[in-house]
């Protein structure tokens, strides 16, 4: 899983992680990280992802995550890396510890949902078809001339949809089964 994820995203770390390990070997909790190009007003900025943040069960509220978190901290800070982002919604409970590690909120956003009895009905003569690994060049020219001159995190490596393809969260969502 962990060398399919580098070999279809080259923005993981060359260490990939952070992993807190028992005395006995049991991992307990980690984290993702990776190296982001973003484009800024003033020029380009290399930024730090975390993703992926887990601590095993019966090992939360102990301080793991926040020690992990530290040391991410630490980590991108001696590469120089001033920044650092992930993503998380406003109700799960890990919300408010990157509050209190310091993290602010960019965007918030209220979670979307319908069911899927009822579709809208609009025919514009557009042709829709499930998304083909030979379509990954395509779309990627596509995804490069929307953020020509935009601004923000819009660098997305070569082989990134990939990854969407054939990695290990290819098929159906666990919602379809």
């Given at each position: 899983?962990?060398?399919?994820?580098?070999?279809?995203?080259?923005?993981?770390?060359?260490?990939?992680?952070?992993?807190?390990?028992?005395?006995?070997?049991?991992?307990i909790g980690?984290?993702?990280?990776?190296?982001?190009?973003?484009?800024?007003?003033?020029?380009?900025?290399?930024?730090?992802?975390?993703?992926?943040?887990?601590?095993?069960?019966?090992?939360?509220?102990?301080?793991?995550?926040?020690?992990?978190?530290?040391?991410?901290?630490?980590?991108?800070?001696?590469?120089?890396?001033?920044?650092?982002?992930?993503?998380?919604?406003?109700?799960?409970?890990?919300?408010?510890?990157?509050?209190?590690?310091?993290?602010?909120d960019l965007v918030v956003r209220e979670i979307a949902w319908k069911t899927s009895e009822k579709q809208l009905q609009l025919d514009r003569g557009l042709v829709v078809t499930e998304f083909q690994e030979g379509d990954n060049s395509v779309v990627y020219r596509i995804f490069l001339n929307a953020t020509k001159n935009g601004y923000g995190f819009v660098y997305r490596p070569a082989n990134f949809l990939k990854a969407r393809i054939n990695g290990p969260f290819a098929g159906p969502s666990p919602l379809e089964k």
């Open positions: 899983l962990l060398m399919e994820k580098r070999r279809n995203d080259d923005r993981y770390v060359p260490e990939f992680g952070l992993f807190a390990v028992t005395d006995d070997g049991t991992v980690g984290v993702f990280l990776m190296q982001i190009q973003a484009k800024t007003l003033k020029g380009k900025l290399t930024v730090g992802g975390i993703n992926a943040v887990a601590t095993r069960p019966g090992y939360q509220r102990g301080g793991v995550m926040t020690t992990l978190m530290n040391r991410c901290h630490r980590y991108f800070a001696e590469r120089q890396i001033d920044y650092s982002f992930l993503t998380t919604s406003q109700t799960l409970g890990a919300h408010s510890m990157y509050k209190k590690l310091g993290y602010e």
